[in-house]
């Protein structure tokens, strides 16, 4: 068997978007203000636990969208966005190291055969039908009987290095006409376009081989200088949902 692993380089980060319920928005949003509600969800990011305690917020009104602590998580993923200036190297490990899950920097791979690199394209996607953002959000109201609630989106920027969890085992030289990207968008608008999810080889063939979990490396971390919130109000009446984003 041939042991591969795949490296992207571009443009991505973070992304993650949560749903909380009116009550506690509506607290921070007319009581606080967005720039403490975005302060205290960095916070959230940073993980720091004193904050609630420091600002003396109310049990009731305490949320962290990181660890589904009052909120609902609606899409998470820490990933390359594809375009046609990402790209993608693929390494054939050596047989001899065994833990593959090291590959935390881009100086991991230094001792990897580089045996293909490309600038990825369109052609590159694979499309696949998936719930709508709308479905998605109506499933959540719906479960928790909600007719409104609030959205919160987060995005830390990054830009360098990504890989997925675990290996591409064949038992022949990697094809590149073989290989696969699925990809999402975030939100409704999409606000971000093409977030790769996972990588495919072989797919929709008794072979498919899925490789999960894309993660940028810790080389391409930035600072919370760099991250962004965004707010939108759901409502939903007679099957009809209406987003609307809250502005500053």
Known sequence: MINYKVLL???GG???CSLINTSIAEFWLNNKGQDLLEEYIFSQYDQDEDINDEW???EKYRFDIFNNYNSICLWETDSIVLNNSTICDIYELDNEKKDYCTFNRE????NQKLVDTFLCSDNLLIHRKQ???VNLIKKVLDDKKYIEAYIIYFKNNARGHATHEGVLNLDRPFDIKKFKFFASNLGEEHEENNIIKKALYEPDTY???VLYDFKMLDSARES???SQVGYQKVNI???FLKLSWIKK
Request: proline share 4%; hydrophobic share 20%.
């Open 224 to 226: 919370t200088d760099f």
């Open 237 to 239: 009446n007679d099957e």
């Open 56 to 58: 003396r917020i109310p």
């Open 131 to 133: 719930d709508s953002w």
């Open 107 to 110: 100086s991991d791979f230094k």
């Open 207 to 209: 072979n498919e081989k």
């Open 14 to 16: 973070y992304y993650f």
């Open 9 to 11: 380089n571009g443009r």
